[in-house]
């Protein structure tokens, strides 16, 4: 899986948008990028995938960049209860190949 | 209907010990993985079933046997438990568009 850069930790003001970026600069043409969270103590949990179109789904958006080297996502309107790690990853749709997880965003939503 | 269960919750045994760990899903889906989240946080995955069949088998000691008595069901089971196998261990299942994974199980060996 191409490897994907994420900034450690973030802060947002809960109600305003969280922008969380990646860079994935070595990704290949057939590679989806894919955002899953953790909230403490809980699974991961799928939040939203895309190829090369922006993406918009009921918890998030999605933006790629036309080159598609990095991309954000989007939560419109931040809850405490976003606060979690956000994962960033690069794999093909098909096949068996795992989610390989790097180390993440924490996210912090501040009251 | 939880659409991944792993049990237990938590799990506390000595070293040496033999123990297993549980994970049904309702799902439907062939492709089941487990994954282990050691005290660092980070999230490795361990193994890959598909249709019952071991696909991947990353870097695990053999004390770790994965057992897959059918499509619903991907059990860990783990011999002579040692303090380094601390963490916590997550199911997972392959969907169309990604993974839906269980609540984990959090093993502690002293």
């Known amino acids: 899986d191409a490897k994907t850069t994420q900034p450690t930790s973030m802060d947002c003001a809960e109600g305003r948008a969280a922008n969380l970026p990646c860079n994935h600069s070595?990704?290949?043409?057939?590679?989806?990028v894919y955002w899953y969270r953790q909230i403490h103590s809980q699974g991961p949990q799928y939040i939203i995938h895309g190829l090369k179109n922006n993406e918009t789904n009921e918890m998030a958006s999605l933006i790629i960049t036309e080159d598609r080297k990095s991309s954000t996502l989007i939560l419109p309107h931040a809850t405490l209860r976003d606060t979690a790690v956000y994962y960033c990853i690069v794999r093909g749709h098909s096949g068996n190949t795992p989610l390989v997880f790097g180390k993440g965003t924490r996210l912090s939503v501040i009251a | 209907d939880t659409a991944v269960s792993q049990t237990p919750k938590y799990l506390v045994t000595q070293m040496g010990n033999d123990k297993s760990i549980k994970c049904e899903q309702n799902l439907g889906h062939d492709t089941m993985y487990w994954y282990k989240q050691d005290s660092k946080k980070f999230l490795k995955i361990m193994f890959s079933y598909n249709n019952k069949e071991l696909i991947i088998n990353e870097t695990v000691p053999n004390r770790f046997s994965p057992k897959s008595p059918d499509k619903a069901h991907l059990n860990l089971h783990i011999n002579s438990l040692e303090l380094g196998d601390s963490a916590v261990y997550f199911c997972a299942v392959r969907q169309n568009y990604g993974y839906t994974f269980g609540s984990g199980t959090r093993l502690t060996v002293v």
């Open positions: 070595t990704i290949s043409g057939n590679e989806y």
